[in-house]
């Protein structure tokens, strides 16, 4: 009887320590984050004045050359 509470027991514990719920939660609120700092590092880069200044040359020389 004991024997088989024992491996009952053992059991329950490995099913425990198994289990992954709540890890997805974890794993959302992580790729939020990254995904917001990763908008905030190219919002940074693209409003730069030399990445305006390079992105307005090109549609300028685009537009002098199909007139």
Known sequence: MVH?????FQTRL???AAGDDGMS???YAIGTIAAAAFGAILYTVV????IVNSLTGIID???????
């Open 4 to 8: 088989r509470m024992v491996r009952e």
């Open 14 to 16: 490995i099913l425990a």
């Open 25 to 27: 939660t974890a794993e």
């Open 47 to 50: 409003t730069g004045d030399s």
């Open 61 to 67: 020389r685009a537009l002098k050359t199909a007139v």
